[in-house]
């Protein structure tokens, strides 16, 4: 395990050295200059600036020094936003992107998983119709079109939440139903096409001529042998969850970190950019060898051996 987890990490920091070299190299690529504002200054405010920023040395040297900041932790400052830190930018939004990425994430599971199970379990029947219908909802529908949805319905109609804005953990509700709907529907699919698969197995049928009881065989044997698949998508959706809230947060106004990131993009801020590509980038990583990891807790005949998941 630990062999794995080293030669994982190694990878993680070569992925993230060439991630850093390609974004800088193709955010430098664009013709004009992060310091040009639409009020007119002098050409010497516009030395001094490019002077304190380190955009008057060469492209190479640029690199260099960012690469040295980068090892002592060091993200840089804004360009934009008052000269503050990007670490401090991070923090400071990060909190609400985490929050809904964790309710979202739960919600995900907890509500796919149950979708999934009843499906399995009434193959054919009405609840596995309707189930699969609220799937194919939740997938057929984005985000962007389910959000509004929401607002329009149960904000503007019902007024039961508020349209936008986080004043309280009820102003959750929208937007962690809006960004969980498609990871709900494709747990629920998933689940439910491996469960069946488990539950017309041999240990399933010789589970059942014991007389062991239906929810118990669910409990114990069909849901912990389906759960697999889910593990291996667990990887893709906390990252995706947590990095790829970009437009809900637009959408009802949540001072997360995707806010700033379409930000910096259009103000074209340098140090933001990279500081937010690189955290994004090392939440990625780190799911991924979660979820590897977690598939030796859920399945204890998965071995990782010689930097390979084996049976």
């Known amino acids: 395990m630990i062999r794995y987890i080293s030669k994982k990490i190694a990878f993680m920091i070569i992925s993230l050295f060439c991630l850093v070299t390609a974004t800088f190299v193709l955010m430098n690529a664009v013709p004009g ?7 007119a200054t002098s050409e010497q405010i516009q030395k001094n600036l490019e002077a304190y920023y380190g955009l008057d040395k060469p492209l190479i040297v640029q690199y260099g020094i960012y690469l040295k900041n980068l090892t002592e932790g060091d993200l840089g400052i804004s360009m934009k936003k008052k000269f503050q830190a990007v670490d401090k930018i991070i923090a400071n939004s990060f909190k609400y992107s985490l929050k809904l990425g964790i309710a979202s994430i739960i919600t995900s599971v907890i509500v796919g998983c149950v979708l999934g199970i009843i499906s399995a379990m009434y193959h054919r029947k ?17 985000s962007l079109v389910m959000a509004p949805l929401l ?20 102003d959750y509700v929208l937007p962690t139903i809006a960004l969980s709907s498609a990871s709900i529907a494709f747990i629920a699919r998933l689940i439910r096409s491996t ?21 118990l065989i669910v409990w114990r044997h069909a849901l912990r042998n389906s ?10 959706l906390m990252a995706n969850v947590i990095t790829g809230s970009v437009v809900i947060e637009q959408i009802f106004a949540i001072p997360g970190l995707g806010k ?31 979820a590897d990891i977690a598939y ?15 049976k």
């Open 195 to 215: 469960m069946i698969e488990v539950l017309n197995s041999d240990f399933i049928k010789t589970a059942k001529s014991k007389g062991l009881a239906g929810h």
């Open 126 to 142: 009405m609840l596995d119709n309707l189930s699969m219908i609220i799937a194919v909802i939740g997938l057929s529908v984005p």
């Open 296 to 310: 030796v807790l859920v399945d204890p005949r998965i071995r990782m051996s010689g930097g390979k998941v084996a």
């Open 227 to 236: 759960m697999l698949p889910v593990v291996t998508f667990m990887g893709y």
């Open 260 to 290: 700033f990131f379409v930000q910096s993009v259009s103000d074209r801020d340098y140090p933001l950019i990279m500081g937010i590509t690189i955290f994004y980038a090392v939440i990625l990583m780190v799911s991924r060898l979660l």
């Open 151 to 170: 607002q329009y319905l149960l904000a503007v109609k019902i007024r039961a939440f508020e349209v936008a804005g986080l004043n309280g953990p009820l």
């Open 33 to 39: 200059s992060p310091l040009q504002s639409e009020k």
